[in-house]
């Protein structure tokens, strides 16, 4: 199908009955629809202080806006995220855009403590937007591009994550915090007129149920799908490793010495840029029927990535180099997990991805208790240790899984 005749059928009334072959606009509109939905999620990280001296609130205490916003976030993946199978996608992306625009103006313009924390429990909540916007993608694209699509998504939301301190800092530092909030709010409201235009109706398989019975299909997909159980325990060990380093590595850089500055620090996330750009390349060979060999090389090099994250107090550039090697793998691992659970049960895929991300979330938070009580206790080579046996663990994890599928598989 050309691109032409792609764009004259995503503005057009009619329905979709059955998968397209997802033009290259259109991922790129749904990449950057998520990188800037996910980035409103992590935008208050960097603004904290400033927020707290506006407000009057004790430094102490301005850290609840951060959890408010993952409240939200967690609430919305099981309360919202599900609704992709029961109504209209398009129709509940653009709802929540528009509700996320309404949400970001609420923080902007908040003049009381309480306000604040309202709206970013509120910003959280519209945030999984995102996931719903890596199930549309998987519906449009035919079978044999699905890996590459939710791969070219899923790089947005990556590009989203590691850019979006870096942006709020900037645009603090031009017009303040609260500027920050206003322009991602005129953003989202753009992108959700462009998508309007161009994501085509899709007359997909809905669940034919209540609202209440979706939400109970959900559990019940951890017992019926053992692809969801599986990757599920991968994405806990992948984003526990992920978050180990992303928690900590603030403190070794902001101590002699090497006493960098915040901003500076920042800078190393655009390290993470090579995991963005591995993504697509993941998500091709997921559909090329590589994804048990594509995650167990992954893992390793997720385990190796710590070799020279342990030199970071003496050496940048290896701290770069294993930067680089934990996103990738990381990235590669998540995009393989996305790829093969939407393939297992195309009627349930928004589900599916609310339920998977919810192992995301778990995975994401201890590893970022662990992370800094680890380095209370022994220093950066403790949380070396911790990020390489929890990666340790999650290739012994693939190795075992692979053992029982070799064994049981007919031979001859």
């Not at 909030?181 to 149920?209: F, N, Q």
């Not at 070794?252 to 840029?273: C, D, K, N, V």
């Not at 934990?326 to 599916?352: E, G, K, M, W, Y």
């Not at 192992?359 to 022994?378: D, P, R």
Request: net charge positive.
């Amino acid at each position: 199908m050309s691109c032409s005749s792609h764009c004259e059928q995503a503005t057009a009334p009619s329905v979709i009955n059955e998968p397209l072959q997802l033009s290259r606009s259109l991922s790129l509109i749904l990449s950057i629809t998520c990188a800037l939905a996910v980035a409103n999620v992590y935008f208050a990280q960097p603004l904290l202080d400033s927020m707290a001296q506006s407000l009057n609130v004790a430094p102490g205490s301005i850290g609840i806006v951060v959890t408010a916003t993952q409240i939200g976030y967690a609430a919305g993946l099981l309360l919202i995220v599900p609704l992709g199978d029961l109504l209209d996608r398009k129709a509940l992306i653009i709802t929540q855009m528009l509700f996320s625009v309404a949400a970001l103006l609420a923080v902007g313009m908040a003049g009381q403590w309480s306000v604040l924390l309202g709206a970013m429990v509120l910003v959280g909540l519209m945030a999984v937007v995102v996931q719903v916007l890596v199930a549309c993608a998987a519906s449009l694209a035919i079978p044999v591009q699905r890996g590459q699509a939710v791969g070219t998504v899923t790089g947005g939301i990556v590009l989203g994550i590691l850019l979006a301190r870096f942006a709020s800092g900037l645009i603090a530092d031009l017009a303040g915090w609260r500027a920050v909030y206003y322009v991602s709010a005129g953003l989202m409201l753009s992108m959700a007129l462009v998508l309007y235009k161009t994501i085509p109706a899709l007359d997909l398989p809905r669940a034919d149920s209540s609202y209440k019975a979706l939400l109970i299909s959900v559990g019940k997909l951890f017992i019926s799908e053992p692809v969801l159980r599986v990757r599920g325990v991968f994405a806990l060990l992948i984003f526990a490793a992920f978050s180990v380093l992303w928690t900590s590595m603030v403190l070794p850089l902001s101590a002699p010495p090497w006493s960098l500055s915040h901003t500076q620090i920042g800078l190393f996330g655009l390290a993470g840029l090579a995991g963005a750009l591995a993504a697509g390349r993941a998500g091709r060979w997921a559909d090329q029927g590589l994804g048990q060999r594509t995650t167990g090389v992954a893992l390793a090099l997720l385990v190796l990535s710590w070799l020279p994250i342990a030199w970071a107090e003496t050496s940048l550039l290896a701290l770069v180099l294993g930067v680089v090697m934990l996103d990738f793998a990381v990235q590669a691992v998540h995009v393989t997990n996305q790829s093969l659970i939407l393939a297992a049960r195309p009627d349930a895929q928004s589900r599916l991805v609310g339920a998977y991300m919810c192992f995301y979330s778990v995975g994401s938070a201890l590893g970022a208790v662990a992370a800094t009580q680890m380095y209370a206790l022994g220093g950066w080579s403790a949380v070396c240790l911790l990020g390489a046996a929890v990666s340790t663990a999650a290739w012994l994890f693939w190795a075992w899984i692979r053992f029982s599928e070799l064994r049981l598989a007919p031979s001859g």
